[in-house]
């Protein structure tokens, strides 16, 4: 598939399929960087599980040496190509007008705070430089709870510095997941990039779900950290079969990515519209019957469970995708990143290329785009809404970022 590096000078990917993992990541970033034309500032990587990450990344750094890097697993890869598994994709990007930093944080389930301060301490000291504009944030996708994650994330930038980023994968086993930075490959870490550009440069954010409630609403009783206990009094595991019946609970643990829950919550809602904060289970514990969840859901919270089709969920995605183009503020698109939500791909099945699909045809069918399906995802509600600016951990959601070039 061709992609100009006369239209887009900013930005280009590549993509392997190949079986061994060192040519992988060779054959994966020789196309990125020649398309991009010149020697890269830094690289994004995403990766399906079934790779030796150590030999991939090594074929990266042959092809590109030095190179700042950051990524991770995934549960699906997304490319020029589409959607795509058992791949890997490579986004390189470079410009003199742009500073680029990375860090990594270690034991991300053992203190959030702790970890986001280690990654962020190597990337700045004190308050980030005055023209730092994205974080794009990596955090293991099985430990950790992504409420305290973005607490800790927000005490050190602020509750309005843009935040985004998605929850790396391991190809649906729910089990461990692995996160790149700089030619190392760490588990239970949370990596990420700062970006740093003048005014020459916008960026745009899309977050819709197309999730809606299914009509019933309970109270969460008992909860500790990501541990949920009980609904309305009842041992968690046993309402949510209850809800779902034998049928669909039989596929729990990836029933959870379907049949999300929903917390409700007036701080994020604008106007008539209610905007579901959604929580998916990770782990079913059968002998006391609770739910390990990505993200913490507080006591006295109402929740409702939701669900979406198909078609729910591509309208979704278009959406996000009109959402990035309106808040780039005239912004020519150079560059796409996409995180998608595992249920969703779930959901979608046969049709998973029609989500990929509307964010290009909506944003620019030969715009690089890279990303991937994630385990939970970060980013605000509504850039442009004052209200709604902060970033968020979501699940089942479709985030996009854009960088957008401003008219000279």
């Keep these: 598939m061709s992609q100009s590096s006369e239209l887009f000078r900013y930005a280009a990917t590549g993509f392997s399929m190949k079986e061994d993992s060192f040519e992988a990541g060779h054959d994966a970033a020789t196309e990125a960087v020649r398309r991009l034309g010149r020697k890269p500032h830094v690289l994004l990587v995403f990766s399906a599980m079934r790779y030796e990450h150590r030999s991939l990344l090594k074929g990266i750094a042959a092809v590109a040496p030095a190179t700042p890097?950051?990524?991770?697993?995934?549960?699906?890869?997304?490319?020029?190509?589409?959607?795509?598994?058992?791949?890997?994709?490579?986004?390189?990007?470079?410009?003199?007008?742009?500073?680029?930093?990375?860090?990594?944080?270690?034991?991300?389930?053992?203190?959030?705070?702790?970890?986001?301060?280690?990654?962020?301490?190597?990337?700045f000291s004190g308050d980030p430089p005055a023209d730092a504009q994205t974080l794009l944030v990596f955090p293991d996708g099985m430990g950790g709870d992504g409420l305290r994650l973005m607490d800790g994330l927000h005490e050190r930038l602020g509750g309005k510095f843009e935040i985004v980023g998605g929850y790396p994968g391991d190809d649906e086993r729910f089990k461990q997941t692995y996160q790149y930075h700089d030619g190392q490959v760490y588990q239970d870490a949370i990596a990420g990039l700062l970006i740093c550009h003048d005014e020459g440069f916008s960026t745009g954010i899309g977050v819709r779900s197309g999730f809606e409630s299914i009509g019933n609403s309970f109270v969460c009783t008992s909860a500790e950290g990501n541990v949920v206990r009980e609904f309305d009094h009842v041992r968690s595991l046993d309402l949510y079969r209850e809800f779902l019946g034998e049928e669909r609970s039989a596929r729990l643990p990836g029933a959870f990515m379907e049949y999300p829950f929903g917390l409700i919550d007036e701080g994020v809602s604008s106007g008539k519209a209610t905007h579901f904060q959604l929580r998916c289970g990770v782990r079913a514990n059968e002998?006391?019957?609770?739910?390990?969840l990505a993200a913490s859901i507080p006591e006295g919270s109402e929740v409702t469970l939701t669900t979406g089709s198909r078609g729910d969920v591509i309208r979704g995605a278009h959406e996000a995708a009109r959402q990035a183009l309106k808040s780039l503020g005239g912004g020519k698109p150079e560059a796409i990143v996409m995180f998608s939500c595992v249920g969703r791909k779930m959901v979608l099945g046969r049709r998973v290329q029609e989500e990929v699909d509307a964010v290009r045809e909506c944003i620019g069918r030969d715009v690089p785009?890279?990303?991937?399906?994630?385990?939970?995802?970060?980013?605000?509600?509504?850039?442009?809404?004052?209200?709604?600016?902060?970033?968020?951990f979501h699940n089942e959601t479709v985030v996009l970022w854009v960088l957008g070039a401003m008219p000279e």
């Design 69 to 123: 890097l950051v990524g991770g697993t995934t549960a699906g890869e997304i490319s020029m190509e589409g959607a795509t598994t058992q791949s890997v994709v490579v986004m390189a990007l470079a410009s003199e007008r742009f500073r680029f930093y990375t860090g990594v944080g270690r034991a991300l389930s053992r203190n959030e705070r702790q970890s986001v301060g280690e990654m962020l301490d190597q990337m």
């Design 287 to 292: 002998e006391d019957g609770s739910i390990f």
């Design 369 to 392: 785009i890279v990303g991937f399906y994630t385990y939970g995802e970060i980013g605000p509600i509504d850039k442009t809404d004052s209200g709604l600016s902060a970033a968020k």
